[in-house]
């Protein structure tokens, strides 16, 4: 079975610092890994993802996550927060199970941003 | 339509009583997923669908909880004898594809359930 740790349920930093937000999972085969952000009253939406090849991806928003297998992290960053940033994100792993490949999410991480 | 849509999109039910969850996945979209999202928590999944056949039902909490998708488009999560347990938003999601890790799901708004 797969599981996926977010470190830090809330992250706070100033307008235009670095944002981290720390993922972790566990799966006895290679993953497939995602993050997603939730605005409030919102569905989630696809920031970016790792599935083969290179492992430094590239998202929206100015998002990047890297897949580091011998640490089994898939943190994500960016080298500049902004306002509108602040939402909740939600790392998730893939893998195969009964024909599909059923995603399990971690709780998330709020993200709050302050000027 | 543009995404993924669900109605309600707000109900609230007294304990015992039934509720029928609409998703209208994006048009043409052969897999369609649905979720729980407990308060402070992520979603977790409950059921997988590939056009009209229910091929995962093994997150479904209890036998209380139903789905289908009989048309292969517009899908009803119903939940009978509703216990306050049960209060969550319900995610819809929608893919391309059957079965694929890498395909981007995408997702409607969710319906907050509050059972009182």
């Known amino acids: 079975a797969q599981s996926v740790t977010q470190l830090g349920s809330h992250v706070s930093v100033s307008e235009g610092a670095l944002v981290l937000l720390r993922c972790n999972y566990s799966s006895s085969v290679p993953p497939y890994l995602f993050w997603y952000v939730q605005y409030p009253n919102q569905g989630l939406q696809l920031l970016l993802k790792?599935?083969?090849?290179?492992?430094l991806v590239k998202g929206i928003n100015g998002f990047e996550a890297e897949f580091k297998k011998s640490e089994t992290s898939f943190h994500l960053t960016k080298p500049s927060a902004h306002m509108s940033d602040a939402a909740e994100y939600f790392c998730a792993v893939r893998i195969a199970s009964g024909g599909s490949y059923i995603p399990t999410f971690g709780r998330g991480t709020s993200l709050i941003v302050h000027p | 339509g543009a995404g993924v849509s669900q109605s309600p999109r707000y109900k609230v039910a007294k304990r015992g009583q039934d509720v029928a969850l609409r998703c209208d996945p994006i048009s043409g979209h052969v897999s369609l997923f649905w979720y729980q999202q407990a308060l402070g928590q992520g979603p977790e999944f409950l059921t997988y669908f590939q056009n009209e056949a229910q091929l995962d039902k093994s997150g479904l909490p209890s036998d209380r909880f139903f789905a289908e998708r009989p048309e292969g488009s517009v899908s009803t999560l119903k939940i009978q004898r509703t216990q306050q347990e049960d209060s969550a938003v319900y995610l819809c999601a929608s893919s391309f594809r059957r079965g694929r890790a890498e395909d981007e799901q995408y997702f409607g708004p969710g319906t907050r359930l509050t059972v009182t």
């Open positions: 790792y599935t083969t090849g290179a492992t």
